[in-house]
């Protein structure tokens, strides 16, 4: 009754192949783009902004980056806050270094760099394999991390160790520093999102993503059938630091003003995007935003009902969101592995029928 | 002098290492029986050491759940239990835990990948990490079952007679060090010398066939997940008598993986030779590199060993040899 395809006919092979075939779906992700750019800057507010949709589509760059990497091409990693480290302290290098230039400009600069270390980092992939590999992508997570506290160049010698974001404008906007207004770090973001979402969504259906995902089924297998695992898997790892870098640079730019690498980029972290990919779904680009959404509205809705209506202590209820967390990871993983875009997929499937049952 | 002072670096790491072995032990024990790369092992020696406190303490389990659900202020049942009474009941729980966790998670994953294993284990030590925080309170505790701890004087004494220069060792490392190498010898002689043990490595070699000739495979694994808790359990008493129970205790974890690498994730020999190599080569390289990088270097030294050696050979030192077919 919802999703008809009755009517929805399709007259070419560009039609057929286009992302969202279905009609009232395309129409739908056009109306939600339409609220996020057009309705949204102009009734958020600080708190929503701050706690919640910053957050969420930062942290769905980020999912949409390890997805590429774990979903699509199968090299779990475990070093996703190093290489948002990298992006971090790259945009304030270039941020201090270059002051006249644009911000975006910047911020894609802080990318390309991290893909470069990513790249690097994802060299012994073509040895080790499986958990072997996310085992070693610890190196990159500690090893980054101790070398942004441990070399002053990098936090331009500043006696705290920390970088603070220096204030930069767009059109007369500021947005990044102490200024910057709600809708302004909102609609930066949200570019940001919806662009590598685009480029995400359309590398994995192309060529190269199908390389990726021939390499994650069975290497071997993909090799014989003319996959060069060399550069598939080192473009996977390019892609995804890029992605990574990304929101790395947009969460210590845009979202906190200033960081610390050990607290703001530690293994928690990392831990924190791999299980936004796992209960989103891995392989999927609308799961990453989906898991993200998740995990950045749990804390935050756990804080309303236990601390604000039962009046539980903060410690307590973080304990409890441990707790949820793990439980669910487990949960995702027995039974529904594909995670919430799976749901999402079954509900539309179910909505299509509806009201038949079959 | 310089080199005595190196050779009392190198005991320490050297013992050090012992405690990473420990910990990866287990990891290899649960590996080896059921292809589980258990994550949670570090949090199961947190678990382990809190619990081991909550019982000596008396303390109520839950107690600040409780009080926030009811307005009570409950804390403790106001009586001690005397350690190895405690211990005996701490390993008890962890068979329950053992069970637990067989049955509501690894009896549903048979023959997933073992990345999936590994990221539910991930889960499980998030999920692990919650409750110990809930049950026992979040707070640094103090553990202390008897074990002698402080510098030992009479090596102290002896080296500064016999080289002229007083090695400064720690008496809990030392006890740390005899009670890993029986728990070890224990262990092996338990594998290779029981019924049990030789179902076990049947298991491991082969599901399928250990299950045709009428082993039960899931009494197999929370035997493995049992031995693996008390494991834990041994772990975190020494972790936590000599740096207190605390969070921080669950990171031995980390240190373990690189261990497991170096060493190959299927060879208990391979734990205790890469545990020793790591202790001592991260020890040596702090002592020797640290003071021109800036210092710290533990944080990342055994895992960047570790992957360089992995580049050359991915198996590890006595792991099997991965083949691959298609």
């Known amino acids: ?358 | 002098m310089e080199f005595l002072y190196a050779s009392e670096i190198l005991l320490n790491g050297l013992m050090a290492g012992v405690m990473y072995s420990l910990v990866a032990l287990g990891f290899v024990l649960i590996y080896k029986a059921s292809g589980v790369f258990n994550y949670a092992q570090g949090v199961m020696a947190l678990f382990a050491a809190m619990t081991l406190v909550g019982i000596m303490e008396g303390r109520v389990p839950f107690a600040h759940l409780i009080n926030a659900t009811f307005g009570v202020h409950v804390s403790s049942f106001g009586w001690t239990v005397p350690g190895l009474f405690a211990i005996a009941l701490t390993a008890l729980i962890m068979v329950g835990l053992a069970i637990a966790i067989e049955k509501l998670v690894l009896k549903h994953l048979v023959g997933q990948e073992p990345i999936i294993l590994f990221m539910a284990t991930i889960g499980l030590a998030w999920f692990l990490e919650g409750l110990g925080d809930v049950m026992w309170g979040a707070d640094v505790k103090v553990l202390d079952v008897g074990l002698p701890q402080g510098i030992s004087e009479t090596v102290e004494t002896a080296t500064n007679n016999w080289l002229g220069y007083g090695f400064f060792i720690d008496r809990l490392d030392i006890w740390a060090t005899l009670i890993a190498a029986v728990l070890v010898a224990a262990l092996v002689g338990f594998s290779q010398y029981t019924k049990q043990g030789r179902a076990m490595r049947a298991v491991a070699d082969d599901h399928q066939a250990a299950l045709s000739v009428g082993i039960s495979l899931r009494f197999i694994w929370i035997m493995v997940w049992s031995i693996a808790g008390f494991v834990a359990l041994v772990a975190g008493i020494m972790w936590g008598t000599k740096s207190g129970v605390q969070f921080s205790l669950s990171l031995i974890a980390l240190k373990a993986l690189p261990v497991l690498m170096l060493g190959g994730f299927t060879s208990i020999p391979g734990a205790i030779v890469g545990g020793l190599i790591i202790g001592m080569g991260e020890k040596l390289f702090e002592y020797f590199v640290g003071p021109m990088v800036g210092g710290a270097t533990e944080n990342w030294f055994a895992y960047v060993l570790a992957l360089l050696f992995l580049v050359f050979r991915p198996q590890g030192l006595f792991g099997e040899r991965i083949i691959e077919r298609v």
């Open chain 1, 1 to 358: 009754m919802f999703y008809r395809e009755a009517g929805d006919f399709k007259t070419s092979y560009r039609d057929d192949g286009q992302t969202f075939p279905i009609r009232l779906d395309r129409w739908g992700y056009y109306a939600i783009l339409a609220v996020a750019f057009l309705v949204v800057p102009l009734v958020i507010d600080s708190y929503w902004a701050n706690a919640v949709l910053v957050p969420f589509l930062i942290y769905a760059i980020a999912a949409i980056g390890l997805n590429i990497l774990t979903g699509y091409a199968g090299q779990v990693s475990l070093g996703t806050g190093g290489f948002m480290a990298v992006g971090a302290y790259a945009v304030y290098k270039l941020m201090t270094a270059f002051p006249g230039v644009p911000i975006v400009i910047h911020v894609l600069l802080a990318g390309a760099i991290t893909a470069v270390v990513g790249m690097l980092f994802g060299l012994p992939s073509l040895r080790i394999k499986g958990f072997y590999l996310a085992v070693a992508t610890l190196a990159a997570q500690f090893f980054l991390v101790w070398l942004f506290n441990k070399v002053p160049w990098f936090y331009n010698y500043s006696a705290s160790g920390q970088i603070n974001a220096p204030e930069r404008t767009m059109f007369g906007w500021a947005v990044t520093g102490p200024a910057t207004t709600a809708s302004a770090k909102y609609l930066v973001c949200l570019c940001f999102a919806v662009a590598l979402a685009w480029v995400a969504r359309n590398l994995t259906r192309g060529s190269v993503g199908r390389k990726w995902m021939a390499i994650r089924d069975m290497d071997i297998a993909a090799e014989i059938i003319g996959v060069n695992p060399l550069t598939a898997k080192l473009s996977a790892f390019a892609v995804s630091s890029f992605f990574v870098g990304i929101a790395g640079a947009l969460l210590f730019a845009v979202y906190l003003g200033a960081a610390e690498a050990s607290e703001a980029f530690g293994i928690n972290k990392s831990f924190l995007i791999l299980f936004m990919v796992i209960i989103g779904g891995l392989g999927s680009i609308f799961g990453s935003f989906a898991g993200a959404a998740f995990l950045v509205l749990l804390p935050v809705f756990l804080k309303n009902v236990l601390v604000a209506q039962f009046g539980w202590p903060t410690d307590l209820a973080a304990h409890i969101e441990l707790m949820i967390v793990g439980a669910l990871i487990v949960f995702f993983l027995i039974v529904e592995p594909h995670g919430l875009a799976r749901l999402w997929a079954l509900t539309k499937e179910k909505l299509r029928l509806w009201p038949f049952p079959h």
